[in-house]
């Protein structure tokens, strides 16, 4: 879950022109894999919540806040729809691939920041006309999204990687919807998406509990697509996009389209999206805040979760 100003409209402008200058910097384009080029190679990548790096026709997006375990912010948020809309706009791009850099994929929203920035707290009413908390969990992709999971995905994160077309999970992963204990709803499409992948039984037992589970749990459930040995999440899923880039785009692409289309455009995909914004939105005053203060004073770190005796849960990491 992510919390973003309204302000935060996709600038498609700024957008278009840093994939210019990077892709000017680059030399051109090519298809498959290449040496691996990015926007770290004109901008420090340690200073950047978002790193992307371009291999062939693949490009990987990689959150870059691993001392927050890749909590999202509004920073990244922001950057994150930029780099999504860049792919999805550019002709020599076919797949990309999500992950996270220190060993998490992403651990949600930065509750810290929500904790001390409530008072600015303000969403985009409408799922048509603004970006998703999370930044582009509301975007439509017309060509494949994989993600490369590891460590802590959860709350926000888990609604991340809902976003994906496949999810290639590495065998110590947690996934969750952690933000249970702490009054946050899921704001990002994942009443939305959890059932639709996984079924409504299985995703209710995810959502009402919040529990963690594991990869093999998730390969079971359909929620993790590939399990592979720790480390090796990202290797593979750039083994599988250079896979999926090889083939015909215009088949895969309308296969792919039509396959959404029947699963979610019954109801309508932005009529779901809509629901779920629409009654959540109150709780975040109501509940939210005073949950992501919970959790910046040190409540519930390292995943922890109240036991059946209290409802004040005091355990720190």
């Not at 340690?46 to 490009?59: K, N, P």
Request: charged letters at 20%; glycine letters at 10%.
């Amino acid at each position: 879950m992510a919390l973003v100003s309204a302000a935060l409209v996709l600038r498609t402008n700024r957008t278009l022109s840093v994939w210019a200058i990077s892709a000017g910097l680059r030399g051109g384009f090519s298809r498959g894999f290449g040496p691996v080029q990015s926007l770290s190679a004109f901008c420090s990548a340690s200073s950047q919540t978002v790193v992307s790096e371009r291999r062939g026709s693949v490009v990987t997006i990689g959150i870059n806040r691993p001392e927050a375990r890749n909590a999202v912010n509004q920073e990244t948020a922001q950057r994150l729809l930029e780099e999504f809309t860049a792919f999805d706009s550019d002709p020599d791009l076919t797949v990309a691939v999500l992950h996270g850099i220190g060993g998490n994929f992403c651990a949600g929203y930065d509750l810290k920041e929500l904790a001390h920035q409530s008072a600015s707290l303000k969403l985009e009413q409408d799922v048509t006309k603004g970006p998703g908390p999370m930044g582009p969990s509301r975007l439509q992709l017309s060509k494949p999204l994989l993600a490369a999971v590891s460590g802590y995905t959860v709350a926000g994160g888990l609604e991340l990687a809902l976003c994906a077309d496949i999810r290639v999970v590495e065998q110590s992963a947690v996934m969750g919807v952690f933000c249970r204990r702490f009054g946050v709803p899921l704001i990002d499409g994942g009443t939305v998406r959890l059932p639709c992948l996984i079924g409504l039984s299985r995703a209710l037992d995810l959502i009402l509990t919040g529990r963690p589970i594991g990869a093999q749990e998730a390969l079971a459930f359909g929620l993790a697509n590939r399990v592979v040995p720790d480390g090796q999440a990202l290797q593979v899923a750039l083994e599988l996009a250079q896979q999926i880039g090889s083939f015909p785009q215009q088949c895969l692409r309308a296969d792919r389209a039509s396959a959404y289309h029947s699963a979610l455009e019954a109801p309508p995909f932005r009529e779901a999206m809509q629901y779920e914004f629409d009654h959540s939105v109150a709780v975040l005053q109501l509940e939210s805040v005073a949950g992501a203060a919970r959790f910046s004073s040190g409540t519930g770190r390292g995943g922890a979760f109240p036991t059946s005796s209290t409802h004040d849960d005091t355990r720190a990491e």
